[in-house]
């Protein structure tokens, strides 16, 4: 976790490149570090780590907002760095917290996924969507006038990149055992659907562009949510 902030840091001091760039890459490669990690540590310790993460970004942003922002204010937002709202990173943590502590679903595999969907997914749709032209919607968030823009690129790119993810890391199982030819075995995974999958990313995409709450959140609970219960629907038929 230590070294999962210190990135953080010197991303946000990298020189010679785009805001958005950075968070684009800091959001990938931090998502990604924490799925990794998760396979090392044990469930009960990476929830422990996510926990004291989320709480010391509260803790930091409330009670020593100067020091945050010389730390981290390269890859904030205008109303982050004006104090208004919370970071994004906040609720990126909270997300990951609230799939890896068992609440939304039992299963670590989906958990793993929605994470991924988050690091990946997310970043792409913006990167896409700003890069492609393509029809454009508008999605009233409050009632005091306040919107958010999507794009058809930008959600295609969504629900591309997460239907990848839910193949790779849900259908596609690499084999650690090598036979004796030195050669890496694959199998396939039958117990996620194509039908879980493309729902899976259908809920990352609608989630990603909800007019309420923060797409950090929303991505890998909904995500998870959606894909738990169609697969325990699918185990539940057999």
């Known amino acids: 976790m230590v070294?999962?902030?210190?990135?953080?840091?010197?991303?946000?001091?990298?020189?010679?490149?785009?805001?958005?760039?950075?968070?684009?890459?800091?959001?990938?490669?931090?998502?990604?570090?924490?799925?990794?990690?998760?396979y090392i540590l044990p469930r009960s310790l990476s929830l422990a780590l996510l926990l004291i993460g989320s709480v010391g970004m509260y803790l930091a942003k409330t009670f020593f907002f100067g020091a945050f922002l010389e730390a981290f204010g390269g890859l904030l937002r205008p109303k982050e760095t004006s104090g208004?709202?919370?970071?994004?990173?906040f609720y990126f943590l909270v997300g990951t917290t609230t799939v890896v502590s068992g609440l939304v679903t039992a299963d670590m595999r989906i958990a793993?996924?929605?994470?991924?969907?988050?690091?990946l997914a997310d970043p792409m749709a913006s990167w896409i969507?700003?890069?492609?032209?393509?029809?454009?919607?508008?999605?009233?968030?409050?009632?005091?006038?306040?919107?958010?823009?999507?794009?058809?690129?930008?959600?295609?790119?969504?629900?591309?990149?997460?239907?990848?993810?839910?193949?790779?890391?849900l259908v596609v199982v690499v084999d650690s055992h090598v036979d004796g030819a030195g050669v890496a075995t694959t199998n396939m995974n039958n117990e996620f659907t194509p039908m879980t999958l493309v729902a899976g990313a259908l809920a990352c995409?609608?989630?990603?562009?909800?007019?309420?709450?923060?797409?950090?959140?929303?991505?890998?609970?909904?995500?998870?949510?959606?894909?738990?219960?169609?697969?325990?629907?699918?185990?539940?038929?057999?």
């Open 84 to 89: 208004e709202v919370l970071p994004g990173a």
């Open 112 to 119: 793993r996924y929605a994470v991924e969907c988050l690091a």
């Open 129 to 169: 969507g700003s890069t492609i032209p393509s029809p454009k919607f508008t999605i009233a968030t409050d009632k005091n006038g306040g919107t958010r823009t999507s794009s058809l690129s930008g959600c295609l790119a969504c629900f591309g990149t997460a239907l990848g993810v839910g193949w790779w890391m």
């Open 3 to 38: 070294l999962v902030v210190l990135f953080q840091y010197f991303v946000a001091r990298a020189p010679n490149v785009q805001k958005e760039t950075k968070r684009r890459f800091q959001h990938a490669l931090t998502g990604h570090a924490l799925v990794q990690i998760s």
């Open 205 to 238: 995409t609608i989630a990603e562009g909800l007019p309420f709450g923060n797409d950090n959140m929303n991505i890998p609970v909904i995500t998870a949510l959606v894909v738990d219960q169609f697969a325990a629907a699918v185990s539940a038929g057999r």
